[in-house]
């Protein structure tokens, strides 16, 4: 049986022509049977794909051959599976189960922030932007500062209800496009003096995040290198993580071992839960926390729709 992998992924460079790279990217995916999302701009690009394992390998190959993205930083998961009855024709195993189709967009922002004009990119990566750790680095700084370090999450603040660092900041917003006017409002001026480790899923939403705090003053930023992932990776449940880990595809979410602590609460029950779903209100994009028996018997809903399920 054919194995199923997702490789999720970014290149923080300058680009000449992000369209030019669109097309080349699509029919790359397209041609592979590989499915995703794949965001590109004049600052670099930032995917996650799945599929068959020698498909996501050669896409790689062939990604990394263009010299901009010769440093691509990737992660690797596990995928669900695939799906044999919808395959092209250099794809024999199918597509990956875990992407409703491929889409590839040009944006002014791989990872919207809301502010393009702030950001500055060279081949090295962002400028500006915080002191980056390794996993093991960032055991070693809490070891060297105790609890002094301040771990600020750069996910939207639904993602951290079923896992986060311990002790994390998690700021109240639903989009990363609410992190400059959080920033700027001053609630969080306090830690300016602290060393703060900003953190995210794969290290991108950081990237940007880190930058955006140093330039507005924050003394000590640190960013953990390859995000949640790469920290998975490397000390799986047996760190300073709690809970699983929130993706943008239809895992939901995963875990890095067998032991992973569940963390989340059923909006509904109160219930130990993992499990995330969508309001059952279709213009709401709200994610909610809802254990299975809670789902069976209703359709999930937010606060502001209480009450409108459908008959």
């Not at 790279?21 to 690009?45: M, P, T, V, Y």
């Not at 190959?61 to 691509?72: E, S, W």
């Not at 799906?83 to 024999?92: E, H, I």
């Not at 609460?265 to 209100?281: I, K, L, Y």
């Amino acid at each position: 049986m054919a194995v199923s992998k997702v490789v999720l992924y970014y290149a923080f460079t300058p680009l000449a022509d992000p369209d030019a790279i669109r097309l080349w990217q699509r029919d790359l995916c397209e041609s592979l049977g590989l499915r995703g999302r794949i965001l590109i701009s004049k600052h670099g690009i930032n995917g996650t794909v799945g599929g068959e394992l020698d498909a996501v390998k050669k896409y790689l190959r062939k990604t990394r051959d263009y010299p901009a993205f010769k440093q691509l930083d990737v992660k690797w998961s596990e995928g669900s599976g695939l799906d044999s009855s919808q395959s092209y024709p250099q794809a024999p195993h199918g597509v990956s189960l875990d992407f409703p189709r491929l889409v590839v967009k040009v944006r002014d922002e791989i990872v919207s922030f809301g502010a393009p004009d702030e950001l500055r990119v060279d081949e090295a990566g962002v400028l500006g932007g915080g002191t980056r750790l390794t996993p093991a680095q960032l055991h070693e700084l809490v070891a060297e500062k105790g609890d002094d370090v301040v771990f600020f999450d750069g996910r939207n603040s639904f993602e951290a209800e079923i896992g986060r660092f311990a002790g994390a900041v998690v700021p109240d917003v639903s989009n990363t496009r609410e992190f400059a006017a959080v920033l700027d409002s001053g609630v969080y001026d306090h830690l300016k003096g602290k060393p703060v480790v900003t953190y995210c899923t794969g290290g991108i939403r950081c990237e940007v995040l880190s930058s955006l705090m140093t330039s507005r003053g924050f003394g000590e930023v640190y960013q953990l290198d390859g995000g949640i992932v790469r920290y998975g990776e490397t000390f799986g449940d047996s760190g300073l993580w709690d809970g699983s880990l929130y993706v943008f595809d239809n895992r939901v979410s995963i875990d890095f071992t067998p032991d992973a602590a569940v963390i989340g609460q059923c909006h509904r029950c109160g219930a130990s839960t993992n499990r995330m779903q969508n309001c059952h209100e279709v213009s709401c994009r709200t994610q909610l926390v809802v254990c299975a028996d809670c789902a069976a018997a209703a359709a999930p809903e937010c606060p502001e729709h209480v009450g409108m399920i459908a008959g």
